[in-house]
């Protein structure tokens, strides 16, 4: 029975340390932006780039720190120092409107620094679709991200809010895959890839664009 404990004890220190979110992380997901009576399918990509270290690294000034529920705030010293936390993510966006004739139209792209307010340390145990290791949500510019692990190597970021652009600021949604570089690609979210289907959408945008502009005929 001792050495059936030990050998458990030592298989859960390995899972521990196997544990590891930091590095790149690839996005790619699918939604809408609206204006007005238009509603245009798009395309969001990007990058993130998370880190990571252990609580005893951390900057003598970082005094506080969320515990693995992501809600309560508790003294960095109160807490096994060997343990690893998230201590920053960095992530850049594109936005893509896009509809079925293949059209990209790149209409917004912008580089959101750090999103932890305070170092988080890891759950217990791997993330899972049904129980997800979840960010506190981060606005910036008016727009609010969430960031969801669901496992290791994958997990889902949410936008959602207004981006400024040349036609002024358009309603954004959407559900993005997020995966760790050199992993396979989980699938996107369904929820929100409803938007203009047919080839009116980019047409409708360029309408957009000349409310906005003067086009002159040479």
Same mark, same amino acid.
């Given at each position: 029975?001792?050495?059936? /404990?030990?050998? #458990?004890?030592?298989? +859960? *220190? =390995? !899972?521990?340390?196997? &544990? ?24 969001l990509s ?13 900057s003598d000034?970082? /005094?506080?720190? #969320?515990?693995?529920? +992501? *809600? =309560? !705030?508790?003294?960095? &010293? ?49 993330? +899972? ?90």
């Open positions: 029975m001792k050495k059936f /404990l030990l050998l #458990l004890m030592l298989l +859960t *220190v =390995t !899972v521990a340390e196997a &544990y590891e979110l930091s590095g790149t992380w690839n996005i790619y997901g699918t939604g809408f932006v609206e204006k007005s009576f238009v509603r245009i399918s798009l395309k990007g990058e993130m780039e998370l880190f990571t270290c252990k609580v005893s690294e951390l000034d970082v /005094l506080q720190i #969320l515990s693995n529920d +992501t *809600v =309560t !705030v508790i003294n960095r &010293y109160d807490v096994d120092q060997n343990l690893s936390c998230l201590r920053a993510y960095d992530i850049n966006l594109r936005v893509y409107a896009l509809d079925k004739s293949g059209i990209d139209v790149k209409i917004w792209d912008d580089n959101i620094p750090n999103g932890i307010r305070l170092p988080i340390v890891y759950p217990e145990f791997e993330a +899972t679709l049904n129980d997800p290791f979840t960010l506190p949500s981060v606005t910036q510019n008016g727009l609010t991200y969430t960031v969801s692990f669901t496992s290791e190597t994958s997990g889902k970021l949410r936008v959602q809010g207004y981006i400024d652009t040349s036609i002024g600021d358009i309603e954004l949604n959407s559900d993005a895959a997020i995966w760790k570089n050199g992993t396979p690609q989980p699938s996107t979210e369904s929820e929100t890839k409803s938007g203009c289907n047919s080839g009116l959408g980019i047409f409708a945008l360029m309408m957009l664009l000349a409310g906005r502009y003067k086009f002159v005929r040479n």
